[in-house]
């Protein structure tokens, strides 16, 4: 699996720990970008044009929320 990997994240979503969870089941290898911790990860959230979270990034695809099908598609 070469796509890079990266889970835009909250404290309190309990969807973001569901993904996280998972994307660590497949042992896949993911950067976790917390908006609540890392301004520039917030920055970087809303210019993609996402308010909420998960949102989960699978090379230049975009998962908003915690989609197990979806995930499972991209990743192969």
Known sequence: MDKKVSVYTSNTCPY???????LKEKNIDFEEK?????????????KMGHLGVPVIVIGEEEIVGFDQRKIDE???
Do not use: F, S
């Not at 908006?35 to 970087?44: F, G, M």
């Open 16 to 22: 973001c720990t569901m993904a996280k969870d998972y």
């Open 34 to 46: 917390n908006i609540q911790e890392d301004k520039a990860a917030r920055d970087e959230l809303m």
């Open 74 to 76: 991209l990743l192969g």
